[in-house]
């Protein structure tokens, strides 16, 4: 019999009769439903000096977006149906009552909010068998004595970026720093994560100086930055604790001594920039930019690897149950392409998503952090940041 009669004789046999291999090629693999929630606080932002840089309404959101076409293509073949719910929260509204609402629709809960509302969020009744990722907030704390056991953190901690800094400055041997310090809350808790780098790494602050300019700087700089500058000891590096993104774009070039700064602006740790192009960045930030019609940001790249890590887990495990998709995102297993250099992990003892950080300044990449030379004994990632022999957390297992 030819080729062709065979083909039409098997076209006309049952399925069941039909050899195995194709009757497994007829049959279309089980349907899984992923529905994840993106929940923001919106927030009403404190006055700055310029608006040239005006916060997107949509940080955050896109990258979230992105991922999600990113999850579709590898789903669409397993049949992995991925769905993304928006809901964002005027201020003043009740966050909780909307945080019931989305955890009653999906497991998977992607949150952009402060530290008290995040805690607030882990510990309903409704979130104890949830999957949350922490995509806005830097504190330490979230990752140290206030951890939660179903609270991921997909954006680095403040003390990464602080590291990373700290890092690039005692390879280039930069050892004595001042710091300007902003008033709002931001800004201190920055301050302190420079403070704690700073002596990690051996380096000295001099001296500090509170920010307490309301005079209109993009005027007056010229003249009030010199004076305001002048008393500072000699040093390498001015750094700046403006996470309000408020007065440190007007201190650069207007300093009494002329030296570089780093921190909140001019040199910085970040955990996102668009000076990132190495590692098939480039095909990342394209995506994203024909999308939003502007630059990945950090936010952005925090919800975008939460999304792409939940898609990673779904894929490997053919499941979207939160309790086995955390188990799995924490086990030795995992590993998500970032396009950073390396593979991304999370680390069990506080759920923190380890990540090289980009020390970039307005128009290239520095370096990438962890820097060369500085070691760890198991994981160099793991010299940014809280480590397990320092952290307090204990809700991923007892004692690190």
Known sequence: MTRKALALCALALPSSLLP??????????????????????????????????????????????????????TGGFLGHDYTLDIVSVAPGDDLLAAAGAALAASGLLLVEAGAPDLLRIADLPAAADALIFNVAAGDRALRDADCRANLLHTLPEDAMRT??????????RFADLVMITGPQP?????????????????????????WTFDTDLRRAAPAEVPLFTQDFPDHHILLIADEADDFGRYVEHNTWLPRPIAGSEGLEGLGWAPVVEQWGAVQLQNRFEKQAGRDMASRDYAAWAAVRAIGEAVTRTNAADPAALRAYMLSDAFALDGFKGRPLTFRTWNGQLRQPIPVVNARALVQLAPVEGFLHQSNELDSLGVDAPESTCTAFGGTP
């Open 163 to 172: 590291d990373a800094l700290m890092q690039v400055l005692q390879a280039k």
């Open 20 to 73: 195995a291999t194709t009757a497994q090629a007829q049959t279309a693999p089980a349907q899984i439903e992923v529905p994840i929630t993106y929940l923001r606080q919106e927030v009403e932002l404190p006055p700055t000096l310029s608006n040239l840089d005006p916060v997107p309404e949509d940080l955050g959101i896109v990258g979230a977006e992105v991922a999600l076409a990113d999850n579709a293509t």
């Open 186 to 210: 931001g800004d201190a808790s920055y301050a302190e994560a420079l403070r704690r780098s700073a002596t990690k790494f051996g380096l000295t602050i001099l001296a500090e100086k509170p």
